[in-house]
């Protein structure tokens, strides 16, 4: 299984927030949109950083209410993890356990084309295996 598999059913929007928006923005950002984490791109197109709301939630745990004036450059996760839809789901879902990281970018030729979760990765895989076994039933009962 391919990261093009997990795309076909989830579908290939991303978010983006750019680096100096605020924090208070990308919390309204995050709800609007009932999701997790953010990729942080200057032109929506290059991957500068990835924010979530646990890196919200440790930065006003450290320093405060005033995180959420800053702007999401500070917050921000820089080195990120990126994958492209070529590569194994196995694979991703590995990595992301190593790395305890919940949300990739997918890039092509170094620009976002979506973003995956191991949310989208798990239900990707159990579907997989449901199918599997229906296929099996059906085999066993004919």
Do not use: F, W
Request: some cysteine.
């Amino acid at each position: 299984m391919k990261i093009s598999d997990v795309l076909r059913n989830k579908g290939t929007e991303v978010v983006t927030i750019r680096p100096d928006d605020t924090v208070a923005r990308l919390l309204e950002v995050l709800d609007e949109h009932r999701i997790g984490a953010v990729v942080v791109s200057a032109d929506g197109s290059s991957v500068d950083g990835i924010v979530s709301e646990r890196d919200v939630v440790r930065h006003v745990g450290r320093s405060g209410a005033a995180v959420l004036d800053g702007a999401v450059s500070v917050i921000m996760t820089r080195e990120v993890h990126c994958c492209e839809q070529g590569d194994s789901v196995e694979e991703l879902a590995q990595m992301m356990t190593d790395r305890r990281i919940r949300h990739v970018p997918v890039v092509a030729d170094g620009a976002l084309t979506a973003i995956v979760s191991i949310g989208d990765v798990v239900k990707h895989r159990i579907n997989a295996l449901m199918s599997e076994r229906d296929h099996l039933k059906d085999y066993l009962t004919q």
